[in-house]
């Protein structure tokens, strides 16, 4: 009997007026690092995480810079996104719930540590609300810390090095409950073995429906391909870090961790627009298309690839007041997806799209050099 309410005590889940604890703890986080492809990629490192460490991740609000607005905006994260699948693979709730019904037990303010691998801004702490979007961030859930937590040198490789018991360890869920980092407890880009839980992420049904409704009423009936465009200001900017960061972004989900299959290319940081054509044509023929569907975070060169289309018969779309999560929903269902290899927004897709088994292709990936390359080595 003593045996039996032993066992109850550790390994059972502790019920509270209504509300399950989790007796292995839990782990929050900041979502603070750029956009919402970024975010998404250290969203599949902190599952990762919290799965090797057995604490339940409390699922943080996406972090969205709208314009005109001086501070981020914190949308909950089943606005995007269903959190049966997700609890398929591992135990998760959202931050709102956390924070109203679990909070008071496990996580009382004057128990609120920030943990960081080191002293972060002016003076000797976390400094984990200093700055947009992090203050504004931990300000949604009035959120003040009182003490900092240097973790170094333990870091976020849990597939490496026995990394999840030295993380236990050092924090057993009994002294710290909670392990709330001041960013994410993940790599950018997304680690190569964190890759495949993508197939966790499944949108809600209002996403889903919008993109089924543009499909099936604004493009033609037929096979469409889909395309992802990076060409504003701050992306001409970022490419030219090209020549010092070969490896810059996004770019290892086409060129490998290592760079095993060639360096980043302006070409494909920056395709010019014939560039874009003549391989958005290829596309279309192999795929005997109708349609071609256009993302983009500026320039959907509209006008100029209807023109270079017009010979095939092909029609060429946008929405017409773009959301990037529905525009990313109708990607994933494109019969072919050609997207920008250095961008985290791309990785997205491709990656639900290597879930599904659907095919996707890069800009200016290969090169014509190395296809030649290749294909001289194969015929010898």
């Keep these: 009997?003593?045996?039996?309410?032993?066992?109850?005590?550790?390994?059972?889940?502790?019920?509270?007026?209504?509300?399950?604890?989790?007796?292995?703890?839990?782990?929050?986080?900041?979502?603070?690092?750029?956009?919402?492809?970024?975010?998404?990629?250290?969203?599949?490192?902190?599952?990762?995480?919290?799965?090797?460490?057995?604490?339940?991740?409390?699922l943080p609000p996406w972090v969205e810079y709208r314009f005109g607005e001086p501070k981020s905006v914190q949308v909950p994260f089943s606005h995007y996104f269903e959190l049966e699948p997700l609890l398929k693979f591992h135990r998760v709730v959202t931050m709102e719930e956390f924070m109203e019904n679990i909070a008071p037990k496990v996580w009382p303010p004057e128990k609120r540590t920030a943990f960081c691998y080191m002293a972060r801004g002016q003076g000797t702490d976390c400094n984990a609300k200093e700055g947009n979007p992090f203050g504004p961030f931990w300000d949604t859930f009035n959120v003040d810390f009182v003490q900092s937590e240097f973790y170094g040198p333990l870091n976020y490789d849990v597939h490496h090095q026995d990394m999840a018991r030295k993380w236990n360890s050092r924090y057993p869920s009994q002294k710290?409950?909670?392990?709330?980092?001041?960013?994410?407890?993940?790599?950018?880009?997304?680690?190569?073995?964190?890759?495949?839980?993508?197939?966790?992420?499944?949108?809600?049904?209002?996403?889903?429906?919008?993109?089924?409704?543009?499909?099936?009423?604004?493009?033609?009936?037929?096979?469409?391909?889909?395309?992802?465009?990076?060409n504003g200001v701050d992306w001409t900017r970022a490419c030219e870090h090209l020549e010092h960061s070969p490896n810059l972004f996004s770019a290892p989900q086409c060129l490998g961790y290592r760079n095993e299959f060639g360096i980043a290319s302006q070409d494909m940081c920056f395709p010019t627009p014939d560039a874009i054509a003549k391989q958005v044509k290829l596309a279309v023929k192999e795929y005997h298309a109708k349609s071609v569907f256009v993302s983009s975070d500026n320039d959907h060169l509209i006008p100029f690839l209807t023109k270079a289309l017009k010979r095939m018969e092909v029609t060429v779309h946008k929405l017409a007041n773009p959301e990037?999560?529905?525009?990313?929903?109708?990607?994933?269902?494109?019969?072919?997806?050609?997207?920008n290899c250095i961008s985290s927004f791309t990785a997205f897709a491709k990656r639900e799209r290597d879930a599904n088994g659907l095919p996707s292709g890069f800009w200016g990936f290969p090169s014509n050099k190395a296809s030649a390359t290749k294909q001289k080595h194969e015929e010898l």
């Design 1 to 58: 009997m003593m045996l039996k309410l032993l066992i109850h005590v550790l390994f059972c889940v502790t019920v509270s007026a209504g509300v399950e604890i989790d007796p292995n703890g839990y782990i929050l986080y900041c979502p603070c690092m750029g956009r919402f492809g970024n975010q998404a990629d250290h969203f599949l490192g902190s599952l990762a995480f919290a799965k090797a460490l057995n604490r339940t991740l409390a």
């Design 176 to 230: 710290s409950p909670v392990l709330a980092f001041t960013g994410a407890p993940a790599s950018f880009p997304v680690q190569l073995e964190n890759k495949d839980l993508q197939k966790f992420l499944v949108w809600t049904p209002r996403i889903v429906n919008r993109a089924i409704d543009f499909i099936r009423n604004v493009l033609p009936i037929g096979a469409f391909i889909g395309i992802h465009l990076r």
């Design 324 to 339: 990037p999560h529905v525009d990313l929903a109708i990607l994933g269902r494109a019969n072919y997806f050609i997207g």
